[in-house]
């Protein structure tokens, strides 16, 4: 069972914000409630736009790498792009390496492969690139902590400049010709949420600017938009602006890759942010999972239709194939951990022998979420143990490993999220440790998952109208989901409807006879324990969206969670 957590609303405020602004007493205490109670905030989170954009001067370092380029460019240097393998990542490359193709630089790419390689610089591709006659390199979403590649580099006289986005360690900054990244400790940037394609879009504009081609720059906005989105990044601020322009351009792109993977990524022409989360981001974060992240950059730069199908076909595949194998391993991990006493535990720790390293972030998420613990996920290859952490509300994960730092061979993260390497005789240690840490931070009651409610809605009140008005509110995602209402008194007709053997569809009423649809994905397992039964009433925990059915638009209820009334 979940708490359904209501958000208490001033209504004396509300109902004054909303004759100041003109908005719906709703949007107002929606916008109250997420932080946009005065008019001038509120005015600007209902309208971002390009304008909103940072000057990207006043990122540090900013100009030392501008400079450092257009040297670069002066003496004929070859420039590498080194990003890393995720969509961030691979989006970076393709921006950084657009805009220094339009300032006449020429540059390669490399971007490490997930398992042989792993995150971040290393030695060995750098001395390569150094072989090869390039004299400068520049991350994209990736830099900030490796220290020993960057020293090896500046020794044999290779420049890095460094662009990431990610929290630097306390030793410092690694001795890089520039360190363009918004959360270094002396970065006075405005807005710290940036994605590293948000980063290395900023160096793009520095560099478009100078060569007077600063009109070319929003057209970048709709690659930045979805790794901004793919990163699962705060869609406030500055974020909030790239992405809506971004997405505003997004169905009319001439770009063959991006037009390709729309294509078979099967979207309609007015995409949303859950779009780009949902069906674009995971066919190309396939590539680094299940292969090469490299086929991302040559989709985007491809310059042929045919074979940017081609390629948007294959990253499709790998999709197919990812999801697959992430359903087999989350299975496995969650019987391991059921069987094991998962449901009496604190900290969810389960491995197992060659599990795909690709998945391994994504089963440990889906393994959290169903029991509502933090979880490691561990695959064992070659007498080493990968693992994947992914944490809960209330948990800082990253604290929890530093009580266990003598186990790993190497680790790291943050709150939410890590990765680290650790020997299978020390797994059994590392369970026991961290559930005694755990115990200590999670209490009994953390241990039921929360809905955040944002506001009861009459029944009479659901209409499309509702969706509509909501729009306004969108982009959505991270730091701004998607509203979620409460709605009582509905009596389900008949017994639901199965689809693909795991969602289910609901017909339900009011008191007043008024007709409501609703969808519960993965309603099959989540409503076991329901009995869910026609003639009964219920209260839905809800989100309101549209639903187009052979050109009929009809008002769907998105079902988070079921009560008895």
């Given at each position: 069972?979940?708490?359904?957590?209501?958000?208490?609303?001033?209504?004396?405020?509300?109902?004054?914000?909303?004759?100041?602004?003109?908005?719906?007493?709703?949007?107002?205490?929606?916008?109250?409630?997420?932080?946009?109670?005065?008019?001038?905030?509120?005015?600007?989170?209902?309208?971002?736009?390009?304008?909103?954009?940072?000057?990207?001067?006043?990122?540090?370092?900013?100009?030392?790498?501008?400079?450092?380029?257009?040297?670069?460019?002066?003496?004929?240097?070859?420039?590498?792009?080194?990003?890393?393998?995720?969509?961030?990542?691979?989006?970076?490359?393709?921006?950084?390496?657009?805009?220094?193709?339009?300032?006449?630089?020429?540059?390669?790419?490399?971007?490490?492969h997930r398992f042989t390689e792993g995150y971040g610089l290393n030695i060995p591709a750098l001395e390569n690139a150094r072989n090869e006659g390039y004299k400068l390199v520049i991350t994209?979403?990736?830099?900030?902590?490796?220290?020993?590649?960057?020293?090896?580099?500046?020794?044999?006289?290779?420049?890095?400049?460094?662009?990431?986005?990610?929290?630097?360690?306390?030793?410092?900054?690694?001795?890089?010709?520039?360190?363009?990244?918004?959360?270094?400790?002396?970065?006075?940037?405005?807005?710290?949420?940036?994605?590293?394609?948000?980063?290395?879009?900023?160096?793009?504009?520095?560099?478009?600017?100078?060569?007077?081609?600063?009109?070319?720059?929003?057209?970048?906005?709709?690659?930045?938009?979805?790794?901004?989105?793919?990163?699962?990044?705060?869609?406030?601020?500055?974020?909030?602006?790239?992405?809506?322009?971004?997405?505003?351009?997004?169905?009319?792109?001439?770009?063959?890759?991006?037009?390709?993977?729309?294509?078979?990524?099967?979207?309609?022409?007015?995409?949303?942010?859950?779009?780009?989360?949902?069906?674009?981001?995971?066919?190309?974060?396939?590539?680094?999972?299940?292969?090469?992240?490299?086929?991302?950059?040559?989709?985007?730069?491809?310059?042929?239709?045919?074979?940017?199908?081609?390629?948007?076909?294959?990253?499709?595949?790998?999709?197919?194939?990812?999801?697959?194998?992430?359903?087999?391993?989350?299975?496995?991990?969650?019987?391991?951990?059921?069987?094991?006493?998962?449901?009496?535990?604190?900290?969810?720790?389960?491995?197992?022998?060659?599990?795909?390293?690709?998945?391994?972030?994504?089963?440990?998420?889906?393994?959290?979420?169903?029991?509502?613990?933090?979880?490691?996920?561990?695959?064992?290859?070659?007498?080493?143990?990968?693992?994947?952490?992914?944490?809960?509300?209330?948990?800082?994960?990253?604290?929890?490993?530093?009580?266990?730092?003598?186990?790993?061979?190497?680790?790291?993260?943050?709150?939410?999220?890590?990765?680290?390497?650790?020997?299978?005789?020390?797994?059994?240690?590392?369970?026991?440790?961290?559930?005694?840490?755990?115990?200590?931070?999670?209490?009994?009651?953390?241990?039921?998952?929360?809905?955040?409610?944002?506001?009861?809605?009459?029944?009479?009140?659901?209409g499309l109208e509702l969706t509509k008005e909501l729009k306004n509110l969108e982009p959505f995602g991270q730091g701004n989901p998607k509203p979620v209402f409460a709605t009582g008194g509905l009596t389900l007709v008949d017994e639901p409807w199965?689809?693909?053997?795991?969602?289910?569809?609901?017909?339900?009423?009011?008191?007043?006879?008024?007709?409501?649809?609703?969808?519960?994905?993965?309603?099959?397992?989540?409503?076991?324990?329901?009995?869910?039964?026609?003639?009964?009433?219920?209260?839905?925990?809800?989100?309101?969206?549209?639903?187009?059915?052979?050109?009929?638009?009809?008002?769907?209820?998105?079902?988070?969670?079921?009560?008895?009334?």
């Amino acid at each position: 069972m979940k708490r359904w957590n209501f958000i208490e609303h001033d209504m004396e405020r509300v109902e004054a914000f909303s004759k100041e602004t003109g908005l719906s007493r709703l949007i107002a205490a929606l916008l109250i409630a997420r932080g946009y109670g005065d008019p001038d905030s509120a005015q600007k989170f209902l309208n971002p736009s390009y304008e909103d954009l940072h000057d990207p001067y006043l990122l540090k370092d900013m100009d030392r790498a501008v400079k450092r380029i257009f040297r670069a460019v002066e003496d004929r240097e070859k420039i590498l792009v080194w990003g890393d393998y995720d969509v961030d990542g691979t989006t970076g490359t393709v921006v950084l390496r657009k805009a220094l193709e339009m300032i006449g630089a020429e540059s390669g790419y490399h971007v490490p492969h997930r398992f042989t390689e792993g995150y971040g610089l290393n030695i060995p591709a750098l001395e390569n690139a150094r072989n090869e006659g390039y004299k400068l390199v520049i991350t994209v979403d990736c830099g900030s902590t490796s220290f020993e590649p960057i020293s090896w580099a500046k020794e044999n006289d290779v420049d890095v400049i460094v662009t990431d986005h990610h929290l630097t360690k306390d030793e410092g900054l690694p001795e890089a010709f520039a360190v363009v990244n918004p959360n270094r400790p002396d970065c006075g940037y405005p807005d710290k949420h940036l994605a590293g394609v948000g980063v290395a879009f900023k160096l793009a504009h520095a560099l478009l600017r100078e060569r007077g081609r600063e009109s070319a720059v929003p057209h970048f906005l709709k690659v930045v938009a979805i790794g901004t989105i793919a990163d699962v990044m705060m869609l406030t601020g500055e974020n909030r602006a790239i992405v809506t322009a971004g997405l505003n351009e997004i169905s009319s792109t001439v770009n063959y890759g991006l037009k390709a993977l729309i294509e078979v990524a099967d979207c309609r022409d007015e995409m949303t942010a859950l779009d780009i989360g949902f069906r674009v981001a995971p066919r190309i974060n396939a590539a680094g999972r299940m292969d090469a992240a490299r086929h991302v950059v040559e989709l985007f730069e491809s310059e042929d239709f045919g074979e940017a199908r081609k390629l948007a076909e294959y990253l499709n595949r790998k999709n197919i194939e990812r999801q697959k194998l992430q359903k087999t391993i989350t299975e496995k991990a969650l019987h391991s951990a059921l069987e094991n006493g998962g449901a009496d535990s604190r900290f969810i720790v389960v491995y197992g022998e060659g599990w795909h390293r690709g998945v391994i972030g994504l089963a440990a998420s889906k393994v959290a979420e169903k029991l509502h613990r933090p979880s490691i996920v561990i695959s064992v290859e070659d007498g080493m143990g990968h693992g994947s952490a992914r944490s809960v509300s209330g948990y800082h994960l990253l604290k929890g490993l530093d009580t266990c730092s003598d186990l790993f061979e190497t680790y790291g993260g943050h709150a939410a999220a890590a990765g680290m390497q650790i020997r299978p005789e020390n797994i059994e240690e590392l369970s026991d440790r961290l559930n005694r840490h755990a115990a200590q931070e999670i209490s009994q009651d953390d241990l039921i998952p929360e809905i955040r409610i944002d506001a009861p809605v009459s029944s009479a009140t659901l209409g499309l109208e509702l969706t509509k008005e909501l729009k306004n509110l969108e982009p959505f995602g991270q730091g701004n989901p998607k509203p979620v209402f409460a709605t009582g008194g509905l009596t389900l007709v008949d017994e639901p409807w199965v689809m693909k053997e795991k969602h289910l569809k609901l017909k339900l009423r009011d008191d007043d006879g008024r007709p409501f649809e609703a969808v519960w994905w993965d309603g099959v397992e989540r409503s076991a324990e329901l009995e869910l039964r026609s003639g009964q009433e219920y209260e839905l925990a809800y989100t309101p969206e549209e639903n187009t059915w052979r050109g009929v638009t009809r008002l769907q209820l998105n079902i988070k969670d079921i009560k008895h009334k």
